[in-house]
């Protein structure tokens, strides 16, 4: 097999074959689609900043109104006339602006997702402080990185008392993962929809968003939040402005060094665990499951390392942006069903969302006899 894999490896690597291949009809529609491939991993970056550029002057917003010219664009977007007909150019190429009659631009493909959805618009204003730390990936590989934006930015990833940060330096985090939430949530709860349950504790819950969704499509599910003391007082805001004062308990503390509040049938991890290294990851999940009863369900969700179909989202998109954190690293189903049995619980099984590059999905139980020893 490695002879087999070394001689496709040297032909691969042979300016000549690659010629060749380019040159020759059956072969040259993979070639070309081969080196447009490394192309796009060479420019992504430019991508990028190109959507950056339209999502910070809100020129999806703009085209939802309808086709425009480029006059009117510039004057929209208050950019000379070149630079409109340079951003509309990229646009176009990369599908995110289409051309219409009489020398106007409307949404392309992929714009026109783009309009309204708050969630995307949030990520991608954000990647500044995780495109400053990947600046040097070596040198993140190597532990040699100076300062990290992306560490200020998640100030818990860094923080020895995370239960001392202050209201301030959570809410940038806060505010992005409820913009996100909505999306996520609804990946979640289409594919484990909690009627069954009586009431559900949301740990590392955020500002109550997923709380949020399922007491809508819940109406008789009683909810708790646990969070950190300056992410619950946001969330206390958010709650009763939602008129969920009587229904949402909330309690602020940290899952490092305080227990967790009982009384729930079921809890769940949204997008936290993939935020620590094993150690912590497994301690979450053993004080998860010493505040659940025999019985009780886990719901465990987050991106997953080697989703097929999604798996550059995965181990390149989240493998190097937890690295640029300072902490965590995302893993496979497989993975996290070993981390979940080490933590006691049993009959771990996954269960498809409909769009696994949001959130994958695992559901746990906790059996009698890890019921019966809680304490450990
Ligand atoms: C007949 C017609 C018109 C069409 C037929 C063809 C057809 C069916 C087309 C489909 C059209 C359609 C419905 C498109 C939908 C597109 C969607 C839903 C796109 C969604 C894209 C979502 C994206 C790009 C999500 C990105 C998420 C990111 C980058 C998340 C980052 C999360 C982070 C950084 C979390 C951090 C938390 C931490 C620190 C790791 O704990
Ligand atoms: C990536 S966010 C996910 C928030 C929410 N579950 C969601 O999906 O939108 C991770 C959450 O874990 C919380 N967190 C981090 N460290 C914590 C700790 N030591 N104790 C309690 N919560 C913590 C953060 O404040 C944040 O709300």
Known sequence: MDRWLALRDRLLASRSFQRRAAAFAPTAPIAHKRAGELFDLVAGFVYSQVLLACVQLRLFDALAEGPQTLEALSGRLALPGESTERLMAAAVA?????????????LGSLGAPMVGNTAIAAMVEHHAALYADLADPV?????????SSLARYWPYAD???PGELSVASVAGYSALMSASQPLVADEILDAYPLDGHRCLLDVGGGEGGFLASAALRAPALQLMLFDLPAVVERARARRDAAGLTHRMQLFGGSFLTDRLPEGADVASLVRVIHDHDDATALHILRAVRRALPAGGTLLL???????????????AYFGFYLLAMG???PRSAAALRSMLLAAGFDRVRQVKTRMPLQTGLLIAHVGIAS??????
């Open 327 to 329: 902490r965590g690293r």
């Open 301 to 315: 969700a987050e991106p997953m390392a080697g989703t097929p179909g999604a798996e550059a989202m995965g181990d």
């Open 94 to 106: 990369l599908r995110l602006v289409e051309r219409r009659g009489d020398g106007r631009f409307g």
């Open 371 to 376: 019921a019966a020893a809680k304490g450990v």
């Open 159 to 161: 923080e020895a008392s």
């Open 139 to 147: 040198a993140l590989l190597r532990g040699q990185r100076a300062a």
